[in-house]
């Protein structure tokens, strides 16, 4: 029975999230019952919805309860199996949360899956051929549905979901411009993502006729569908260029965690120009998940999907790296490597 | 060749529009060429829309030019014609605009269309069995598409289009739940419209919580889909009461008109609703007429669906009748009599 560090959330952020908040414990690994799996952990995945379940207040997803391992997507092999399915060695990917080693039970539909790893590596499926990667998919294909040669857009364009959201949109010929923080992380995404053009936002500084302006260039035809994962003032200056009929897919409001109030500074666009916006969550249409994972999987096996990883080493890094990502300190995909 | 008085925009409203934005002028209609007929208005409609047009600024439909007649629906009888399909006498609906004569060229497709006033009383095409009758039909059915037994809103509900809404959701066994201003507006909503509750805005003085609070009594099961006439702080207590998978019909943003920031409070909530809020203009979505005017049609014909009209006398009354319906001060469908 190998020894099991967790990180536990101990109390709730009151405003912004801190290290405090969460808890390092050392447990044993139970033995298993029949049908059980033992995964050793290899990677963890860290995403913007935890900051969302740290909270207490009503949201689309339950509250995490204090004092359990904080939940999180892992990627990781079987180390000891009771379950007929599963073998020592097999790679898969499940919800084994913030921790080096879970125990599952393995028949249960859904909360484990095994991954074949020859052409795509481990740590993909927590990013461009997992959640994220399915998540741009659900935006871009179900909400946005755009037509070979329109323009679309997305904020946090050099992440998981951006990466794989403009691999996805030059697939179906569309011009796609990204909106992200930093001169580096724009370069990267008009060099390696595939990006038309990315915008930084930085460089506009709360001001949202400007950013509006920079859109109006990298946009000469205007907006026809934008996904949203950030919300406030960036997404007030992609309203003022949204063209008649345009859809906004609205995944994430990463602002608006803390608490503080987010207006939507005009919402008359939505009527004049005959918007539509939906918000999602990609767990709830699981329908999608598998032409997603297969379009996602042949892009990173092709090499046409190159996302970036951002790696902290060991599980008592994950709360700073987590942290540091919800500030936009990550580049790329922010991972924890566990071995 | 009778005498024909007009009513033109003479200038633009600066912030509020005013009786002096309007000139009363009067020609003689000119003489028909081939194909043309001459429309005596019987009754001239009044709505929100038209305040939009009287801006220069971008908006969904092109400016009204100044110097030229409001444009505006009208039913009439047909005077004289020199056209095939039509002879005088004939009950028509068009867009003749704020004048008391209309030439038209009555081949174009859509300009004129001969109706039946055996059931449904002539001013009824211009409400219930009108534009504002398929506006309410395309919200409804098509954007919002409720399931019987859900909880389906709508602000100005004593108006034209809400008096359709709540017959038409009536018939599709939703609860119908109404906002509109003023003790007598809601009785009337509820006595004679069939609104299951009819809820008074005034009463909560721009309060959201106080009116979220009243909606919460009025839809236990939280509302499933909203219509949305008028924006701002009532569109926000909706917002907090909204279920998840909502979704948002955005005809309207009255209080918007005049150009002051009208911001939503709180967008976050169509992530965590999960909701869809999406903006239409009835006239571009033809394929939805007929079917919308069989239905209401029969609801008027077998008195399912009785709306109020509030009716101005004469030409010259309308521009007082128009700034007094954007101030809620009419009772129903907004109509000016001109014979």
Redesign the interface.
Known sequence: MPSNRQILLDNRPQGEASAANFKLVATETPPLADGQVLVRHHYLSLDPYMRGRMNDS???AASQPLGEVMIGGTVGEVAESRHPDYAPGDAVVGMGGWQEYSVVDAGQPGVLRKVDTRRVPLSAYLGAVGMPGVTAYYGLVRIIDPKPGQTVTVTAASGAVGSAYAALAKARGCRVVGIAGGPEKCRYAEQELGFDVCIDYKAHDGDVRSLAKALKDACPDGIDGHFENV?GWI?DAVMLRAN?FSRIA????IA?YDGQ????????L????????????VS?HMDVWPPALKELGELVATGKLRPRESVAEGIEAAPQAFLGMLKGRNFGKQLVKLI
């Open positions: 009503k949201s689309y919300g997404l008649a609205v995944c994430g409001l608006g109030p987010l207006p939507m500074a005009n919402p008359a939505i009527l004049i120009n005959r918007m539509r916006i939906e918000g999602f969550i709830e």
